[in-house]
């Protein structure tokens, strides 16, 4: 049972378009409703909360001091209901809805363009992926499951290991000079583009090679391994970036190896989820296609 004090949401979309319009008449206009509804419902959350939230200076609505205090999270609070709306409705008229928190470039690059041949086999799920950098908190963020980094793992969640981050250089084959790989000692001499959110990369590349890490650390950061491609087919300078990121330049030619080594990163990408998700038929469903995949991209040469 609701108690007597909490806001209706009519009440709350009145205060807030009044807070934002300064007055009932230009709220009414926005929420489609008559003048008269508008004032009826800011009364009674003024009577309900027993606090005036208007002062009334010549027609125009001045928020109050406890006005403020309201307005600070009645937007956030509508904001979180059309949100949920909006979940709801992502249904559509299916089964499930599997929402999983997955690393920008590996999303963009691996996962997504596989998901229309995944929707071939179940039709009755759909998907909401959130790009996500940092740790998952699977009860506090209502993910099912995450495909991260390993050390990205909360206590008490599964994993399941997809695959190893090889890191490979490479860069448009026209600053290359039609040479099919680079030395180190040349390779530092080049623009070397830096992830930031990664920015010890180079410095792992090059940890036996006895360089100038001043050298080695310049170059234009980019926050996401897509950007750092998409920066080095336009000529920008080397990357150093997952192989799974890289592999669809590569094959169109947009890229080229700039160095026959490889950097096997310590954390492998991993599939993340907590008990709960066990018990939904939809994500068991996707983790056993997943690793399916996962398969065949290891035996592809």
Known sequence: MREGYIPTITELQAFSACARLGSTTRAAQALNLTQSAVSRSVGTLEERLGVRLFHRVKQRLILSDAGRALNRDADRLLDDLRQAAMTVMAFGGHADVLRLAVLPTFGSSWLVPRLAAYRVIAPDLTFDISA?????????????????????????????????????????????GGRPVLPDDELAHLPLLQQSTRPTLWLDWFR????????????ARFQHFDMVVNAAIAG????????????????????????????????????????????????????????????QTAAAP
């Open 132 to 176: 996500r950098l940092e740790a998952v908190d699977f009860e506090a963020d209502g993910f099912d499951a995450a495909i991260q980094r390993g050390d990205h793992r909360p206590g008490g969640a599964y994993a399941d290991v997809l695959m190893a981050e090889e890191l490979v250089v490479v860069a448009a084959p026209a600053l290359l």
């Open 208 to 219: 036996d090679a006895g360089l100038d890490s001043r050298t080695i650390l310049r170059g």
């Open 236 to 295: 920008l300078g080397v990357a150093l970036v997952p192989e799974v990121v890289a592999r669809p330049a590569l094959a169109a030619g947009t890229l080229a190896p700039a160095s026959d080594r490889r950097l096997v990163g310590d954390q492998p990408y991993t599939l993340i989820y907590p008990a709960r998700s066990r018990q939904m038929e939809g994500f068991m469903r996707f983790r056993s296609w997943l690793l399916e995949q996962v398969g």
